[in-house]
């Protein structure tokens, strides 16, 4: 069977106690996670020694939701100033990160709000995302970042320009992609790529699954409940790649113990 983690992560933005998360973990039958940090994240050395033996395979960037800045950061910010306050942000979850042990961290790809159209417009997006990703990993070396879909779809964005970032940013540095079942499914629901073409044109470079599901337009669901073949999506991916217990919001263990059986084809 694939390595399954649970992704771990409060209500609005809270990080639960260790003690729920060990508890949940015990519940699953599981023996990874995957941190949604926050600014109330315990620290990482706390972590190790409370989950002994515990990976911490990925930790989450968060979205700050405004609770330091009037709207939320993003790392294709035009505003130097504020394009240097995403970057710091985003090198603090390394370094979260880092001492948890964790190899990767998630960055999901929401750019600024406002229309972005036009190729050069487009171009101008990828080269601020690009110089930040570049920032963050000369600070904090030695964590990978995993890129993601937002939730909320961005019109232009789809496989090929993500693949452009990986073939800028990952000759010489672990820049990999994080995929989400569910958001895909959404996305194509709305009008954007076919669920498919994430996977078709960047499986390669896929190190993890959200096995998130979905109906139509509505994703977070937990992995059986909806549409997705997770496990032809699970197929497709290397075997080293994790596969992620997940819904939104965070329902607590009973809901994703079907979610865990359906992932193991395992009858309830």
Same mark, same amino acid.
């Given at each position: 069977?694939?390595?399954?983690?649970?992704?771990?992560?409060?209500?609005?933005?809270?990080?639960?106690?260790?003690?729920?998360?060990?508890?949940?973990?015990?519940?699953?039958?599981?023996?990874?996670?995957?941190?949604?940090?926050?600014?109330?994240?315990?620290?990482?050395?706390?972590?190790?020694?409370?989950?002994?033996?515990?990976?911490?395979?990925?930790?989450?960037?968060?979205?700050?939701?405004?609770?330091?800045?009037?709207?939320?950061?993003?790392?294709?910010?035009?505003?130097?100033?504020?394009?240097?306050?995403?970057?710091?942000?985003?090198?603090?979850?390394?370094?979260?990160?880092?001492?948890?042990?964790?190899?990767?961290?998630?960055?999901?790809?929401?750019?600024?709000?406002?229309?972005?159209?036009?190729?050069?417009?487009?171009?101008?997006?990828?080269?601020?995302?690009?110089?930040?990703?570049?920032?963050?990993?000369?600070?904090?070396?030695?964590?990978?970042?995993?890129?993601?879909?937002?939730?909320?779809?961005?019109?232009?964005?789809?496989?090929?320009?993500?693949?452009?970032?990986?073939?800028?940013?990952?000759?010489?540095?672990?820049?990999?992609?994080?995929?989400?079942?569910?958001?895909?499914? +959404?996305? !194509? $629901?709305?009008? @954007?790529? %076919? &669920?498919? =073409?994430?996977?078709?044109? *960047?499986? #390669?470079?896929?190190?993890? /699954?959200?096995?998130?599901? +979905?109906? !139509? $337009?509505?994703? @977070?669901? %937990? &992995?059986? =409940?909806?549409?997705?073949? *997770?496990? #032809?999506?699970?197929?497709? /991916?290397?075997?080293?790649?994790?596969?992620?217990?997940?819904?939104?919001?965070?329902?607590?263990?009973?809901?994703?113990?079907?979610?865990?059986?359906?992932?193991?084809?395992?009858?309830?």
């Amino acid at each position: 069977m694939r390595q399954l983690a649970l992704s771990v992560e409060g209500e609005r933005g809270t990080f639960p106690s260790l003690a729920e998360v060990a508890g949940w973990l015990e519940a699953l039958g599981l023996r990874a996670w995957v941190a949604g940090a926050t600014g109330d994240a315990p620290p990482a050395a706390r972590a190790r020694s409370e989950l002994p033996g515990i990976p911490c395979v990925a930790v989450r960037h968060p979205c700050w939701e405004g609770q330091r800045h009037e709207r939320p950061l993003s790392l294709f910010e035009r505003d130097p100033r504020r394009a240097a306050d995403a970057v710091a942000e985003l090198v603090a979850t390394m370094r979260w990160a880092a001492a948890a042990r964790s190899e990767w961290g998630i960055v999901e790809l929401q750019p600024t709000d406002g229309k972005v159209e036009g190729e050069r417009a487009i171009d101008g997006e990828l080269d601020r995302l690009c110089r930040a990703l570049h920032a963050a990993m000369q600070q904090q070396p030695g964590v990978g970042l995993a890129l993601a879909l937002p939730r909320a779809r961005v019109e232009w964005l789809d496989p090929a320009r993500v693949a452009l970032v990986l073939d800028d940013l990952g000759a010489r540095r672990p820049v990999a992609w994080w995929h989400d079942g569910g958001r895909a499914h +959404a996305w !194509a $629901a709305q009008g @954007g790529a %076919p &669920a498919s =073409a994430w996977i078709d044109r *960047l499986a #390669a470079r896929c190190v993890g /699954l959200d096995a998130t599901d +979905a109906v !139509a $337009a509505w994703s @977070g669901l %937990p &992995a059986g =409940a909806g549409e997705v073949d *997770l496990h #032809a999506l699970i197929s497709a /991916l290397q075997a080293s790649a994790w596969i992620v217990v997940r819904s939104e919001p965070f329902l607590g263990p009973g809901p994703l113990l079907a979610a865990v059986r359906h992932l193991r084809r395992e009858k309830s």
